[in-house]
C-alpha cells in the first residue's frame, strides 16, 4: 500500500485520536472510571450485573494504567510523530522508521516498576472507592474504614518514591515524541 508521506496512516491517526482521548494517563483512566463507576456500581446499590460491569470496568482502566507504561513515540524520516509498543527488540511497530534506531526503545525494568505500580495506585483507588465499596463489601466495619484513610496516602508515598528511583523516559501515546517536538498534524 503505497502512501503519501505528507498524509498520516489510519494508524497513526488511530493513535493520535487515543492519545487525545488519554493524553494524562492516568488521569484519562482515572477520569473515565470516576465517570463511569456510578453509573455501573447503581452509586453502590449493585445488583450481580452491576458487580460485573464494574470489575469489567476496573479490569479494562486497570489494563489501560499498565498498557501505557508501555508505549513510546518518535518523529519518522517523514517528519510525522509515530507511535508504537516498547519490546525486546526495540519499538513495534516500527513502520517508517528511516533513520531513526528504534532498538534504543527496548524494554527496560523500570518500564514494568511502572506498569506494576501504575495498576496498585489505581486499584487502591478504585477498590476503596465509595460506591465500589458499597458494591462489592458494603459489611465494612466503622473500625476498618480506618484502612480506606490510611491505605492511599501510603501507597502514594511508596509509589511516589519508586517512581522517583525509576523515572518514566517513555513519551507514550499522547505524549511529546522523546525525538524533539512533535510535528503532528491535526
Known amino acids: 500500500m503505497a502512501k503519501d508521506s505528507s498524509k498520516k496512516s489510519i494508524q497513526d491517526k488511530t493513535f493520535a485520536g487515543v492519545g487525545n482521548l488519554i493524553k494524562l494517563l492516568p488521569t484519562g483512566t482515572v477520569f473515565l472510571f470516576q465517570f463511569l463507576n456510578p453509573v455501573f456500581t447503581n452509586n453502590g446499590h449493585c445488583h450481580?450485573?452491576?458487580?460485573?460491569?464494574?470489575?469489567?470496568l476496573i479490569g479494562i482502566c486497570g489494563f489501560s494504567c499498565a498498557f501505557s507504561c508501555f508505549t513510546d513515540s518518535y518523529i519518522g524520516s517523514d517528519g510525522i510523530t509515530h507511535y508504537g509498543i516498547a519490546t525486546v527488540k526495540g519499538l513495534w511497530p516500527s513502520t517508517n522508521a528511516g533513520s531513526v534506531d528504534l532498538s534504543n526503545y527496548k524494554l527496560q525494568f523500570g518500564d514494568f516498576v511502572h506498569a506494576l505500580f501504575s495498576v496498585i495506585v489505581f486499584a487502591v483507588?478504585?477498590?476503596?472507592?465509595?460506591?465500589?465499596v458499597e458494591c462489592f463489601y458494603p459489611s465494612f466495619e466503622s473500625n476498618e474504614k480506618v484502612l480506606l484513610m490510611v491505605l492511599p496516602p501510603v501507597i502514594g508515598a511508596i509509589s511516589g518514591t519508586l517512581f522517583m528511583l525509576f523515572p518514566n523516559k517513555r513519551h507514550g501515546i499522547g505524549y511529546p515524541s522523546s525525538s524533539g517536538s512533535s510535528s503532528e498534524e491535526s
Open 48 to 56: 450481580t450485573v452491576n458487580k460485573y460491569l464494574s470489575g469489567f
Open 125 to 132: 483507588l478504585s477498590l476503596l472507592d465509595s460506591n465500589t
